[in-house]
């Protein structure tokens, strides 16, 4: 098995997944900068005409709830604001790499960030976007894994299938580490918000999350549900239970749950075409 160490010092030190385009990484300095201007950020996407469109096409897709009403860079992170931005540059960023690293990683992760914005928008949350936004980036570890040992990670799929594990399972075997604590890594490393880290860290043990327990808890239910109706492929097969401590914090009746089910189908149904996007990418 690798050790915990030698896996966190090889993923800090990738600075930045190495496909990246450089704008990208650009950007995401830029963004650490408190002083930098909305303005300024969409004048450096504007230059990546290619990731301007990703951006447009995300932010006017059922994910954020413009649908075809959103037509600037500016006018789109007006609307989303810095925090989502930043998180959202990282995502579409990534979408190839997901197609590659794990096929139906891509529409996993868009199923859950559909979801996670529906509930945090029932729970009243104030900040569904920045819900949605971690929904999205929820198993960017695995990524992370993937790229750095795709040997090894493809040996890890593997083992969760044949063996019908969870693959969080069968990563803490291999790796001594387990994709969301990657991701709270590379989230601290990259300054990302504390709420975001948390939401990543945490979405399979909610109760851990001290400042965004119930936003960590709607990532965790969100997961579960996309996992439960089969939309796209995390990894595993399996779906886990939903943990004590979210489900007591979401405090959803049987209605809720059959409305929540009902949007998420028909949102789901909405996002075709971005989800054929993450396919062509």
């Known amino acids: 098995m690798t050790t915990v160490r030698s896996v966190r010092k090889q993923i800090e030190h990738m600075g930045a997944l190495p496909t990246l385009p450089t704008v990208v990484r650009k950007l995401l300095e830029m963004c650490e900068n408190p002083k930098v201007s909305l303005a300024e950020i969409a004048t450096i996407i504007a230059q990546d005409p290619v990731l301007a469109a990703k951006i447009l096409k995300v932010v006017n897709s059922p994910i954020y709830g413009f649908p075809g009403r959103i037509s600037s860079l500016t006018q789109a992170l007006l609307l989303l604001g810095l925090n989502v931005a930043r998180g959202l540059l990282l995502g579409v960023s990534v979408l190839e790499i997901m197609q590659k690293s794990i096929v139906g990683l891509w529409e996993h992760s868009v199923g859950c960030a559909i979801v ?20 999205l980036l929820h198993d960017i570890g ?22 019908a594990i969870f693959i969080a399972e069968a990563e803490k075997e291999s790796f001594g580490v387990t994709h969301a604590e990657v991701e709270a890594w590379v989230g601290r490393k990259w300054n990302f918000p504390q709420g975001l880290v948390e939401q990543m860290a945490y979405h399979h043990k909610p109760g851990l ?15 579960i549900l996309i996992r439960g109706r089969g939309f796209g492929f995390g990894g595993d097969k399996l779906v886990p239970s939903v943990n004590d401590t979210a489900w007591r914090l979401l405090d959803l009746s049987d209605a809720d749950i059959r409305e929540i089910l009902i949007e998420m189908e028909d949102v789901l149904e909405q996002a075709e075409d971005l989800l054929l996007a993450g396919k062509a990418a």
């Open 116 to 135: 996670a914005k529906i509930i945090a928008k029932r729970k009243g949350l104030k900040d569904p976007e920045e819900v949605s936004v971690a929904g």
């Open 209 to 223: 999350s001290k400042h965004y327990s119930l936003h960590t808890a709607i990532v965790h239910f969100s997961d």
């Open 142 to 163: 695995k990524v992370f894994l993937s790229l750095k040992f795709p040997d090894l990670y493809s040996h890890v799929i593997a083992e969760a299938g044949g063996r």
